[in-house]
């Protein structure tokens, strides 16, 4: 693992730009030609019939003068949609013209059973969606609830972060219907994008929060497909989930939430596993430090990761996201299983503030600048 305390002069410069609103691509849609297709379906019989499930909707954003080879595909996470990264919570354009912007074709998905994608509940099983409460203790205001002990330093969500302010109206108005079953979305979220990358070709995947955990089986089902692999605080802590429950401990119960560690289903190890209950975990008698989790890793001597470790991986964090006490744990486990990856610690390069969903919040520019430049000094 490498983890990224200082970047280019040239990213810097980029991010202090985008930072200061110097960039016109930051406060400006690039000019883009727009188009759409779905991938991944696939039929079953029902009672009613024969019908469609998991398809995905995708998006595709193409610049006037693409530059960069290979394109990005963007996955949300849990409770959004593909909106997610057309715009912020305060209007400004998303990541999604922020790549475009610096010349990549861009892929947008809505993940099987959300936003654009069928979702039947008869065939996909019961749903789940936020309340104002969840979004305000995860997302918007997490420093009034002071659930983790980093979250007492968010500052960048726009206006006041509850509902009659304007931007969480607006915000709270994309939050889509999610099926609760995260086993089967994962699952059909994986095969929709390994779909769309056979259709595609080599392309760049970049995850969020629930999609993590997808980004790692698709990069394990198409190792030569994925030319990097972007995870911007994905699915975790491995093994067990942790829970959150304010001063003085922080830290409450776990209950396992991704049996084959990074996942809920099955990655290529080494020696092989065709059950989870092969791998056996332990916790850290003490954490790496104040305001950490102790992590869960293999008992020694641990299983590889052979495949995951061809593929460029990149790790991004918050300062204030209910992640901080935590991402270090998966950050530990790749490297444990073999699987060198870089990560970046937005607070140790001078980008402050955000929470968890960053790419809404008032510096989302930056933050995809430092994204991009990573991608650049890779050669992609």
Not at 28 to 33: F, L, N, Q
Not at 60 to 65: E, G, I, K, L, N
Not at 151 to 172: R, S, V
């Amino acid at each position: 693992m490498r983890i990224f305390k200082n970047v280019t002069i040239s990213a810097v410069l980029a991010v202090v730009s985008l930072a200061l609103g110097g960039s016109a691509h930051a406060a400006a849609r690039p000019v883009v030609t727009q188009d759409w297709f779905y991938v991944g379906g696939h039929y079953i019989d029902t009672p009613g019939g024969r019908v469609m499930t998991g398809s995905m909707y995708t998006q595709v954003f193409t610049p006037a003068h693409v530059t960069h080879r290979y394109p990005i595909i963007l996955i949300h996470g849990g409770g959004g949609t593909g909106a997610t990264y057309e715009k912020t919570a305060d209007g400004r354009p998303g990541w999604a013209y922020d790549y475009a912007g610096r010349g990549f074709r861009v892929y947008v998905v809505d993940q099987p059973g959300r936003g654009r994608s069928i979702l039947d509940v008869a065939v996909d099983g019961p749903v789940m969606r936020d309340t104002v409460k969840s979004l305000e203790q995860r997302l918007t205001i997490p420093e009034t609830f002071d659930l983790w002990p980093q979250a007492k330093l968010h500052t960048q969500w726009p206006g006041t972060g509850k509902p009659g302010d304007k931007y969480f109206d607006a915000f709270i108005a994309t939050r889509a219907m999610t099926i609760a079953d995260n086993g089967k979305m994962e699952e059909l979220t994986s095969h929709s994008v390994i779909a769309l990358l056979d259709r595609i070709g080599p392309a760049i995947v970049q995850t969020h929060s629930q999609a993590g955990a997808y980004g790692w089986r698709i990069a394990d089902a198409r190792p030569k497909l994925v030319k990097a692999l972007i995870e911007v605080e994905p699915s975790g802590p491995p093994y067990k989930e942790t829970t959150f429950v304010g001063p003085p401990d922080y830290f409450g119960p776990e209950t396992v939430g991704r049996a084959w560690g990074l996942t809920s289903g099955p990655l290529t190890y080494a020696p092989a596993v065709s059950d989870p209950a092969d791998l056996s975990f332990v916790q850290q008698a003490t954490a790496d430090g104040p305001n950490l989790v102790r992590c869960w890793a293999q008992a020694p001597p641990a299983h590889q990761l052979p495949v995951l470790a061809t593929v460029r991986i990149l790790m991004v964090t918050t300062e204030a996201s209910y992640h901080a006490p935590y991402d270090h744990c998966t950050s530990r486990y790749l490297t444990q299983a073999g699987v060198k990856h870089d990560w970046i610690r937005l607070a140790t390069i001078g980008i402050h503030g955000n929470a968890h969903d960053m790419m809404l919040e008032k510096n989302s520019a930056a933050i995809s600048a430092v994204m991009a430049n990573w991608l650049v000094s890779k050669g992609l």
